[in-house]
């Protein structure tokens, strides 16, 4: 039994060492997470609205449009929850912050990145953002949470092939790199319909939860919160349930009479944006990105009345 013991302990010490270096090797490289979270510390006396959701927000609205200070902390499928966590960080450390500006999706009732695909990017909300917002190990950790063969491949791109890690402005907003995706938008509209309707409402009472509570708590700080649909291809909105929509306009315009803080913004068929403002089916390029990010910031210039 002794031997046993030993052997095990000869076998597990090394594995550990190397499983410490490489998480080390790995949280070294740069990522949008801890860039943001740093950017928006060095910002913080003089931002005056911030911007929370998923990549329809991350692409979508554009700082450099607003005319106060904004900061953009939308990530590729963030969630509400995490929205309301993030929220929840930065309220108390932001002293000039006026407006909160929300995406409120299609998806949004629905969807926990947890419950995903892209559960593994709990991990960065853990380690780059310090939220402590799950307790399991995997999620602490970027070798467990991660395949290896794509953390091989993110320390190949960034120490052997120089590549730059960090792919958003120092304003937190992302754009793409064409104007327009590689396939026709006609065709990318009924696939992501498709791939954003739910199965079931198993999640939309929590969620419910995390917008009201969204709502409360900016509305217990003097914050004014501004829910958006954002806007969409046709292609994109001529196949979506009506069950699944009809919830998450009723759930906005529910918040928007039920508190004063808050305005609910409808756009996802808004006529003043065309084919040529649009990336894919569901996401603005650059040229949408300008164009929504004045209207909004049009928007919150005046009094919410």
Not at 205 to 216: A, C, R, S
Request: glycine content about 2%; aromatic content about 10%.
């Amino acid at each position: 039994m002794k031997k046993f013991i030993t052997q095990t302990i000869a076998f597990l010490v090394p594995l550990l060492i190397i499983v410490a270096v490489l998480e080390a090797t790995i949280r070294h490289i740069p990522n949008d997470y801890r860039f943001k979270n740093t950017q928006i510390q060095l910002d913080k006396e003089s931002i005056k609205t911030i911007i929370l959701g998923s990549s329809h927000s991350m692409y979508g609205f554009n700082p450099d449009y607003f005319s106060d200070k904004a900061y953009n902390l939308g990530h590729v499928s963030q969630t509400i929850d995490l929205d309301y966590y993030l929220l929840k960080k930065y309220i108390e450390e932001l002293p000039q912050l006026e407006t909160v500006v929300l995406r409120l999706s299609y998806t949004t009732l629905h969807e926990q990145i947890e419950t995903g695909l892209e559960s593994w990017r709990l991990k960065d909300y853990n380690l780059y953002y310090d939220l402590h917002i799950s307790n399991k190990l995997k999620y602490k950790s970027e070798v467990l949470s991660v395949k290896l063969k794509n953390n091989v491949a993110r320390i190949k791109d960034y120490y052997l092939d120089n590549t730059n890690m960090i792919t958003v402005e120092n304003t937190g907003w992302a754009s793409f790199d064409e104007p327009h995706a590689n396939k026709s938008i006609d065709v990318l509209g009924p696939i992501a319909a498709k791939r954003h309707t739910a199965d079931d409402d198993a999640l939309v009472i929590e969620n419910i939860n995390h917008l009201e509570n969204i709502v409360k708590l900016c509305n217990e700080k003097g914050i004014a919160l501004l829910l958006i649909t954002l806007p969409a291809h046709q292609s994109y909105v001529a196949h979506l349930d009506q069950y699944q929509l009809e919830l998450v306009i009723s759930s906005g315009e529910k918040m928007k009479s039920k508190y004063d803080n808050c305005i609910y913004l409808n756009l996802l068929e808004d006529p003043n944006f065309n084919d040529a403002d649009f990336y894919d089916a569901d996401h603005p390029n650059a040229n949408g990105a300008k164009k929504l990010s004045i209207l909004v910031d049009d928007l919150i210039s005046k009094p919410l009345n």
